[in-house]
């Protein structure tokens, strides 16, 4: 187990639990008492920082917004052990969007008007039943709404002691030093891991110039990088529709089979292999960095705080640096909506 990093004045655990598919999105989700089941081995296991947001979880039927169900999961888990996690939710995507013609899922709305943080803010705290956010952020830019807007109701939320540190997720650098120039800015949660390394060329080194911490979601590619997941499974759930996953899962066998050879050569497993990377990596930028992957199973959780004590070697490093460039297809999930990741804004 790693020591607990700073998150800009927040402490929290070297790896985070990202929760979003313990209630569905990969594979089928969890029963809410199995998921938080699992949370509570990790818990135990060291594993303190608990993300989520109000858009995670299938909205029940008729429901209007964001879905709010993975929030609700968590409710019975922070009332027994508020005090041993540090909780971040998200806000700013208002729901999912299905085609009504094709039944395809696109990218969510964005709301980031002061009005609309207000509201959703006050729905993440009854649904999670806490009386503060550790880390609140904002899940995407509105692009029609100055930043400063939207980070100027969230530092209101903040002097109300209704959320404790401020995020923001995909953001480009202008926007991260206009954010945090109105407040300052705790964390900053992107995309990062062997295969999606755009952020290392401005996002990351703003970070590590601003004492901002990064969070990096899906550390494991959403399950690619771990050898496990198979075609099959994969385009059974919204990954297939994916460049990487769909169309570009042959060709990227090669950089899978990188990333295993080196997990052989350390007798580790490929998860470990490449958050091993990643705390590696930060260290280099000199940038805290927490990531944040998700898992149903508490024991791969716990396999994945293995990473902790690995040590890659100089030409182990070098080789891992080749994976991306290997790699066919681009990170953002949905192909159709450019402005959904920040590589083509920044
Ligand atoms: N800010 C954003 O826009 C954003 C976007 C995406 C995600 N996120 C956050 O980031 C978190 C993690 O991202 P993610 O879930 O997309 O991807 P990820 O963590 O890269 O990968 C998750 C997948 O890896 C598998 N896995 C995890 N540990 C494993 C291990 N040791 N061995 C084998 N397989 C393993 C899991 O499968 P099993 O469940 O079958 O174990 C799961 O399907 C999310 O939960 C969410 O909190 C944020």
């Not at 169900?69 to 968590?74: A, I, Q, V, Y």
């Not at 009386?131 to 509105?142: F, G, K, Q, S, V």
């Not at 480009?172 to 295969?195: G, K, N």
């Amino acid at each position: 187990m790693r020591t607990p990093v700073q998150l800009g004045g927040l402490t929290v655990s070297s790896i985070g639990y990202g929760c979003m598919a313990l209630t569905g999105i990969y594979g089928g989700g969890l029963t809410d008492d199995d998921a938080r089941e699992q949370l509570h081995k990790a818990i135990d296991a060291g594993i303190t920082l608990l993300d989520t947001a109000d858009v995670y979880g299938d909205p029940r039927p008729g429901h209007e917004g964001p879905a709010g169900t993975n929030e609700d999961m968590l409710a019975p888990l922070l009332a027994e052990r508020r005090d041993d996690v540090q909780i971040s939710t998200k806000f700013g995507i208002t729901g999912e969007q299905v085609d009504p013609e094709t039944g395809r899922i696109e990218a969510g709305r964005i709301a980031g008007r002061l009005d609309y943080v207000r509201a959703a803010c006050e729905a993440s705290l009854r649904r999670l039943g806490v009386e503060a956010i550790d880390l609140y952020y904002l899940h995407r830019p509105d692009l029609t709404v100055p930043i400063e807007e939207t980070v100027g109701a969230m530092a209101e939320l903040a002097q109300q002691g209704k959320v404790r540190h401020l995020g923001l997720s995909e953001v480009t650098v202008d926007e991260l030093r206009r954010a945090h120039a109105t407040h300052p800015i705790s964390a900053l949660q992107s995309e990062w891991s062997l295969w999606s390394r755009d952020v290392e060329a401005r996002i990351v080194p703003a970070c590590a110039e601003l004492g901002i911490g990064f969070v990096s979601y899906s550390p494991l590619g959403r399950g690619f990088l771990t050898g496990t997941l198979t075609k099959e499974a994969a385009a059974a759930d919204i990954r297939g529709a994916t460049e990487r996953m769909g169309a570009g899962w042959d060709a990227n066998a090669r950089a899978l089979a990188l990333v295993a050879s080196v997990a052989g050569e350390l007798g580790a497993s490929n998860s470990q292999v490449a958050l091993a990377w990643l705390f590696a990596k930060g260290a280099q930028y000199g940038a805290a960095t927490v990531p944040i992957p998700g898992s149903r199973r508490a024991s791969r959780m716990i396999e994945n705080l293995g990473a902790a004590g690995l040590v890659l070697t100089d030409d182990q490093m070098r080789r891992l640096d080749t994976v991306a460039g290997l790699v066919t297809g681009a990170r953002n999930l949905y192909a159709d909506n450019a402005d959904w990741t920040t590589e083509n804004r920044e």
